[in-house]
């Protein structure tokens, strides 16, 4: 009777290892991935903008003029920017003045570049030609390869020469895809806010954030910057789950299931994931005989996966036979947990 409790206690504890390893998903590091080769700061420097935003003061963002939350905005991008290899600018217009031009990025001197940036400046006689702006932002555009983001800092305000709007489609007409617009919008004005939204609407990329906001909340920056600027990416191969087969089998064990529902969930949640399933047998048997049987096992598990609707295009099945033990040969609990598949991600947004 002993021997018998003795034995149960020694199988549950079997179990319940590979039903820990079997959950347990080790946590990844992400990886950071460019998605434009250049951007442009390109600040808006027109009369309206030295009036207050809303025409209050708003003391938590400093009770300044809007060019001085635009410039504190430029700032705070600034120091959020990953080093990933791109180029950068910094550039105003009305008028159109270059204070950085385009380089490789380098934080201390885009620092540098915002810094001389006046913001008291006289208001009579100025006018707000956004759109010439976008004109003169052309040549910048013209000699650069790659993704470019312009990153407008502006209230939408507009009164002289072609229409902003119209210039950013004809911008965007002309680079297609190459061209991103990211809007942190200063507007207090219905008309303002409608310029800002159409701009920001006209790329792919799609990216407006409120300026207020993006001064007060850290997450509002990152989120805004991530937009336009980056992906992020699981770039490195990442143990999802495993599971376990019984002694010279390839059927999938029905307390298992479960784990492969959750696998398939997540692989279509995130469409850009490549899975690999890599079988693995014990050592009792022939080299050959384990080789195709761990095959077998990887099979098994890819045909649940197509079974459950994921493209198998997107599902490579290797087995490695016993040559990748995880864990003691020698006796028959390491032997369980060597009979297994390993489900495995790469490349996970």
């Given at each position: ?50 009036f ?11 009770g300044?003029?809007?060019v ?21 600018g ?30 008291d ?54 680079y297609?895809?190459r061209?991103c ?8 004005t ?34 805004f ?28 064990k ?32 022939s ?30 099945a ?6 990748r ?12 947990l ?12």
């Amino acid at each position: 009777m002993k021997r018998i409790i003795s034995t149960h206690r020694m199988l549950f504890g079997v179990l319940a290892v590979a039903v820990m390893l079997a959950v347990a998903a080790p946590a990844a590091q992400a990886k950071l991935v460019k998605k434009v080769d250049n951007f442009i700061l390109f600040l808006d420097h027109s009369s309206s903008m030295k009036f207050f935003y809303k025409g209050v003061t708003t003391p938590d963002l400093g009770g300044q003029s809007k060019v001085v939350l635009a410039k504190s905005a430029m700032v705070e991008f600034n120091n959020l920017v990953p080093d990933l290899g791109y180029q950068s600018g910094v550039y105003t217009f009305a008028p159109f003045r270059q204070y950085a031009g385009m380089a490789p990025y380098n934080r201390a001197a885009v620092e540098k570049a915002i810094d001389p940036i006046s913001i008291d400046y006289e208001t009579y006689g100025r006018v707000t030609p956004m759109g010439p702006g976008l004109q003169d932002l052309d040549k910048v555009l013209a000699g650069l390869s790659g993704r470019t983001a312009v990153v407008l800092f502006t209230d939408g305000h507009e009164n002289l020469g072609v229409n902003a709007v119209a210039q950013a489609k004809a911008l965007q007409g002309k680079y297609g895809d190459r061209l991103c617009f990211m809007v942190v919008s200063f507007a207090d004005t219905k008309y303002g806010e409608e310029v800002n939204r159409q701009i920001a609407a006209l790329s792919r990329c799609s990216c407006l954030v409120k300026g207020e906001d993006f001064l007060r909340n850290q997450a509002a920056r990152l989120a805004f910057l991530k937009c336009g600027l980056w992906d992020e990416v699981m770039d490195e191969v990442v143990l999802f789950r495993s599971i376990y087969f019984d002694f010279d089998r390839h059927n999938i064990k029905a307390v298992f299931v479960p784990v492969l529902d959750e696998g398939v969930a997540m692989i279509r949640s995130k469409p850009d994931t490549l899975v690999i399933l890599e079988g693995h047998t014990d050592s009792v048997g022939s080299d050959a005989y384990n080789l195709g049987l761990s095959n077998r096992r990887a099979q098994s598990v890819k045909a649940y996966f197509v079974k459950k609707g994921v493209d198998g295009g997107r599902i490579e099945a290797v087995g490695f036979g016993e040559s990748r033990p995880r864990a003691d040969n020698s006796t028959a609990d390491g032997r369980k947990l060597n009979r297994r598949v390993e489900i495995k991600f790469k490349g996970m947004k």
